[in-house]
C-alpha cells in the first residue's frame, strides 16, 4: 500500500508538531518547495526502508529541471504556502531547488517560539 500524500490548504487545518510527527511516523523533516509550499516527511524515512510515496515524489519532482530524480519516502503531509501561518520553523532549513535538494544534516523541525 502506498504511503499517504495529504495536503493542507486551509490555516485552521495546519498541524501541531505532535500531529505532523504522528502522521509521518516519527521525526519530521521540512522541505521547503519554490512556491513556498512546505512539505513534511519522516527524517528517518529512508532509514527505515519506508515505501516511496508516489503521490509526494511526483510533486517535489515537478519542481526539478535535471534527469535525477529525488523520491519521497513514507508518508507526507504539504502545508500550502497560504496555509503556513502558525506552526513550523527549522532550525537548519531544507529547501528544494531546480538542482536538486539543498539540506544541512539534522534538519529539525520545532513550534515557533519553542527552544
Sequence with gaps: MEPEFKIIHAAADEPTILRAQEFVGGPVEGLEMPNGDYLLVNHEAFEMALAVNLAA????????????KDLVQGPALLVKRKARQKV??????GAITPKGVDRLPA???????AP
Design 88 to 93: 513550523f520553523t527549522l532550525s537548519h532549513p
Design 57 to 68: 515524489t511526483a510533486y517535489v519532482n515537478g519542481f526539478r529541471e535535471h534527469v535525477n
Design 107 to 113: 534538519c529539525v523541525i520545532r513550534e515557533r517560539g
